[in-house]
């Protein structure tokens, strides 16, 4: 059975029935637009324009798989910018997709709360042989049951230039990456995730467009010069024409939700969005979604990232914020980064101390409102009142990790702290990321890769990609070639079951820990006042200790080491009587196991005695949860 679609996307190519598709563009810069239908019988049809500048028409004899363009004022003919399918990629023409074709099979799915999220990150392009959505259809009886994760998030799928590319250069939003299968393909992808009870993350960019393939500003004013971002100009939210601008976007994200069935978007570096209207395009998006999902009785979320810590973005809107689900949390990784690889250059000189890491995950962000020596400024707002369910944290990323000169992972630049690190992240009160890889210790690196035309674009990313690596004191020459194919292939991994010992046990490791976290309430997400959560250090021992209370009264206690050595501490808090559950140091997670903690733990006023190994974890249970 086809889906029925309760919401109805008003641009770009819409089927009417079999033989009828009503065509819509904004194009306000345009005086006319001609459609071109390029197949299968080619036609020529002057569009009607209406007094906000849009041109429409419903023609016949077009039907799904019909490939098409516009004709701006008989001068420039471009794809459609609400174009679902670009099968011959950037610069080519159109094709017709019928919403409604694919035979959905998730009817009974209803999303997954934003709290039970445990999130894969993977690039649809290098996590598989195949670099398609198909290609990782197969592996997701491993990603549930041996990794354990709850929901996998997209790297960006519209529409980019080329074959290989991160998909922060998207120029087509709704268009689904030709060479990634296309719309059908990611279709069956999400289907067969919801089969198996996994939600899907769809990571999407509205503060900018590709380089490449941008032909927006010919149809309208897309984009402002009142305000510059990174990118270049940023796009129109507030500025003369801005409706139009927003309902594009808006509907961008209404479609992900509705035609796709995505469970929650990521906005990427919403720090470039810009809008100083009443009513900002976040919260209007962010409401858009939510009433959309309620609709279709499903839940969606709706995850920011930003580099600029204001808390206002995740607040109610009740309460003066923006209304988003959640938020990424840079300073956690930070924190932790600096902590078990000692590197303190660039944006990481405001990190470092084992007090920044409880910070971290006593309250969320470590610089709130104080002064960034990285930007020589104060910078953010205190997040502790915000639950910690709200924000998402992770030691590597797409960013963290193919932002640096060659790409390397943890598992190169720590590997001996692996285990610690992964148990700080996914027993944390937040929302737990994993990077495509990490559960295992994959050592590919993760490069950035690009497929431009343009050569002289490509000289241009290069020479960026140098500039931007100045201030880490990294060497230009170290730094790959984004348009050199063996740069993307060098970031391919290897995932499912690992023959390397090493690997195998940190592949177990990882699953234990997501099944500790989804089998015990007290290291769930923190998503209300029935949990609590206290943390302390250890500075001389280098050690973290976190105590977390759930729901009825379960507790659990983590003690993580980053000491290089062997090292004990005395707990005299918090008092009781406690259960190893888990230790890294055991035969199963160790080729070379040494002493595990005390299997029962007593905490009296004068103290227990816990001995870790070097970069060890020992977590525990209170007996009557055990």
């Known amino acids: 059975m086809a889906s029925q679609n309760t919401w109805r996307m008003d641009i770009g190519a819409n089927p009417v029935d079999s033989d009828q598709v009503h065509f819509r563009v904004w194009a ?3 005086k006319s637009v001609n459609l071109k239908v390029c197949t299968p019988q080619p036609k020529d049809v002057l569009l009607d324009r209406d007094e906000l500048g849009y041109f429409e028409a419903t023609v016949s004899g077009v039907s799904a798989g019909t490939r098409y363009s516009y004709l701006l004022d008989n001068t420039h003919e471009r794809p ?14 159109s094709a017709v997709i019928d919403p409604n074709s694919f035979s959905w099979t998730d009817h009974a799915w209803r999303g997954l709360p934003q709290k039970d999220f445990i999130i894969y990150e993977l690039h649809p392009g290098t996590f598989s ?3 398609t959505f198909r ?5 997701l009886d491993y990603l549930k049951n041996d990794v354990g994760i709850t929901a996998i998030e997209l790297m960006p799928v519209a529409q980019f230039p080329g074959t290989r590319n991160w998909g922060y250069d998207g120029t087509y939003l709704y268009a689904v990456q030709n060479t990634y299968g296309g719309p059908e393909a990611l279709q069956q992808l999400v289907d067969a995730c919801h089969a198996k009870g996994l939600a899907v993350i769809m990571d999407v960019v509205y503060h900018h467009l590709g380089p490449e393939g941008d032909d927006l500003g010919d149809f309208g004013p897309y984009f402002s010069d009142r305000y510059r971002t990174p990118w270049g100009l940023a796009v129109n939210y507030d500025g003369p024409d801005s409706d139009e601008v927003r309902h594009y976007i808006i509907s961008n994200a209404v479609y992900w939700t509705s035609e796709y069935h995505i469970d929650a978007l990521r906005l990427d570096a919403i720090h470039g969005i810009f809008d100083f209207s009443a009513y900002h395009v976040l919260q209007e998006l962010t409401e858009s979604v939510h009433a959309e999902a309620t609709r279709l009785g499903r ?3 709706v995850i920011a990232e930003s580099d600029l810590n204001n808390v206002r973005f995740i607040t109610p809107t009740a309460q003066g914020g923006y209304g988003l689900d959640g938020t990424w949390n840079d300073d956690f990784h930070h924190a932790l980064h600096c902590l078990v690889t000692g590197e303190r250059r660039g944006y990481y000189m405001d990190f470092g101390s084992l007090e920044d890491l409880a910070t971290a995950l006593r309250d969320g962000y470590v610089i709130a409102g104080k002064r960034s020596r990285y930007r020589r400024c104060r910078h ?5 009142g915000r639950p910690p369910s709200q924000f998402v944290v992770f030691a590597q990323n797409h960013d963290q990790t193919g932002n640096r000169a060659i790409g390397d992972r943890l598992s190169i630049l720590a590997p001996e702290a692996l285990k610690v690190v992964a148990a700080t992240v996914l027993l944390s009160p937040n929302i737990p990321l994993l990077f495509m890889g990490e559960e295992y210790g994959e050592t590919a690196p993760f490069q950035y890769f690009i497929d431009h035309g343009d050569q002289d674009l490509v000289e241009a990313v290069r020479k960026g990609r140098r500039a931007e690596f100045a201030h880490f004191g990294w060497k230009p020459e170290d730094i790959p070639d984004p348009q050199d194919p063996a740069t993307f292939e060098r970031s391919r991994i290897h995932p499912g079951q690992q023959s390397d010992p090493h690997r195998a046990a940190m592949l177990r490791w990882t699953r234990s820990l997501t099944r500790l976290r989804r089998s015990h309430s007290a290291f769930a997400a923190a998503d ?4 609590s959560h206290r943390v302390w250090t250890f500075e001389t021992e280098n050690i973290v200790v976190m105590h977390r209370r759930g729901p009825s009264e379960s507790e659990g206690l983590l003690v993580l080491s980053f000491n290089n050595r062997p090292v004990s501490i005395k707990l005299g808090r918090p008092e ?5 559950v888990l230790s890294s140091n055991t035969e199963e997670f160790q080729t070379k196991p040494a002493d595990a903690p005390c299997a029962k733990l007593s905490i009296t006023t004068t103290g227990a005695l816990v001995p870790l190994p070097a970069y060890g974890v020992a977590v525990y249970v209170t007996e009557a949860g055990a």
């Open 129 to 131: 042989k195949e670099g």
């Open 576 to 580: 009781g009587q406690w259960q190893l």
């Open 380 to 384: 953010g707002n205190a997040s502790k």
């Open 299 to 301: 839940t969606a979320s």
């Open 528 to 531: 209300s006042d029935q949990f």
């Open 28 to 30: 306000p810069h345009a």
């Open 135 to 139: 290609g990782i259809i197969p592996y």
């Open 80 to 93: 459609d910018p609400a174009s679902r399918f670009q099968p011959d990629g950037v610069h080519q023409p």
